[in-house]
């Protein structure tokens, strides 16, 4: 997708639902941090969280080219 392109609003729902998917399961991992205690899975789980966080800003960036997002800004 190019920088000027915008998201549909069935594209932005898309985007919309894996940000909540993604944001739940980094919770999800940093919670279950504090009861793992061994120390390669407590590593996987950490890698992953870092990933996700990644992965949540590069579809945060997605999310913001939206079409709702640019007509819910104007109306404010």
């Known amino acids: ?19 909540n998917f993604k944001t739940t399961a980094v919770m999800k991992a940093k919670f279950l941090q504090g009861v793992v205690f061994d120390q390669k899975i407590k590593q996987l789980m950490e890698k992953d969280v870092e990933t996700s966080v990644r992965q949540i800003r590069e579809l945060e960036e997605l999310y913001s080219r939206s079409q709702l997002v640019e007509e819910g800004e104007a109306n404010a």
């Open 1 to 19: 997708m190019s920088d000027n392109q915008q998201l549909a609003p069935h594209e932005t729902m898309e985007v919309h639902e894996l940000l």
